[in-house]
């Protein structure tokens, strides 16, 4: 069961020395509870509310930047989609997971009402019956399929009312940014156009009609990482598609096409920041989508 899904409730401080600019492949239900935090999503920052929900596609890069990591809190839950299909075709819900698929990242600000607190059990709920379960396999060797049943239902029901938060008009946050989080916003938007190509902060910062440091020092301030490391981000980000999407493209058109000036480079900076090599993880990619389409 962990293999398609990973929850966790009420998580405090950091898990890690730094957050991470990450994307995965799972989608992700992200609950905040209690602290001080903006989250970059891509090149949009949100600052963050008690009961606030974040749905994402799980491949567009984020990272939270919380200001006292000692009283952030947040629950997450990823799963896979595949995993769920087949259980929402024979429900009649294929529609489901729309929140996720066509809302592009999409934050419900609950401020802990009901709806709110229906989420935050749920996940408590979810959280309780994968330890039950891994309990369980420990003991005996062997996944208990009644035990996997009742995640499944208990995630159907949490995305059901997920689905149908949705459709409100209390999703859609405008609450009003201070100047450095919109010039913080016109960095990241301006790093996504131009990624791709040679860098500087000079010709950035120019382009922006801002002074290099005020730039640079806004940016780190507002998200938590520097100008270079979103721009890497970035970069990896595009490297992970194209090497999935692109099976025929050549290492060294990857590394050219996501800005990497070289490939010796290029391989050093992913296998540094993956684990693996970009060729071994091509060919996980497509042993995957063999054994899926199967």
């Not at 008690?50 to 596609?57: A, E, F, S, T, V």
């Not at 006292?68 to 489901?96: A, K």
């Amino acid at each position: 069961m962990d293999e398609w899904i990973h929850a966790h409730y009420r998580m405090q401080g950091m898990l890690t020395p730094s957050f991470t600019f990450h994307s995965h492949h799972e989608y992700e239900i992200y609950f905040f509870h209690a602290g001080e935090c903006k989250y970059l999503i891509n090149n949009r920052i949100y600052e963050l509310q008690p009961g606030d929900i974040i749905l994402l596609d799980g491949l567009t890069l984020h990272k939270p930047n919380p200001r006292l990591v000692s009283t952030y809190t947040r629950s997450v839950i990823h799963f896979s989609p595949t995993w769920l299909q087949e259980l929402l075709s024979v429900l009649g819900l294929p529609n489901l997971l729309d929140p996720f698929q066509k809302l592009n990242n999409f934050l419900l600000r609950t401020g802990y009402d009901e709806s709110g607190e229906f989420v935050d059990g749920k996940i408590e709920r979810i959280v309780s019956l994968l330890s039950y379960s891994d309990k369980l396999r420990q003991q005996t060797g062997q996944k208990s399929e009644l035990v996997e049943a009742e995640v499944k239902i208990e995630l159907v029901q949490l995305l059901l009312k997920i689905y149908k938060m949705s459709q409100k008009d209390l999703a859609q946050v405008t609450s009003k940014k201070t100047e450095k989080e919109h010039h913080a916003e016109a960095i990241a938007s301006w790093i996504d156009a131009h990624y791709a190509e040679k860098i500087s902060l000079d010709r950035m910062a120019s382009e922006l009609n801002l002074s290099k440091y005020y730039a640079s020092h806004v940016f780190k301030e507002v998200t938590g990482f520097t100008v270079m490391e979103y721009v890497m981000g970035c970069r990896l980000n595009q490297v992970k598609y194209l090497l999935e999407m692109e099976p025929n493209q050549t290492l060294t058109e990857v590394s050219r096409a996501s800005g990497f000036e070289s490939v010796s480079h290029f391989s050093r900076f992913f296998k540094d920041k993956v684990g693996i090599t970009p060729s071994h993880y091509r060919k996980n990619k497509q042993i995957q989508a063999n054994y899926s389409q199967n």
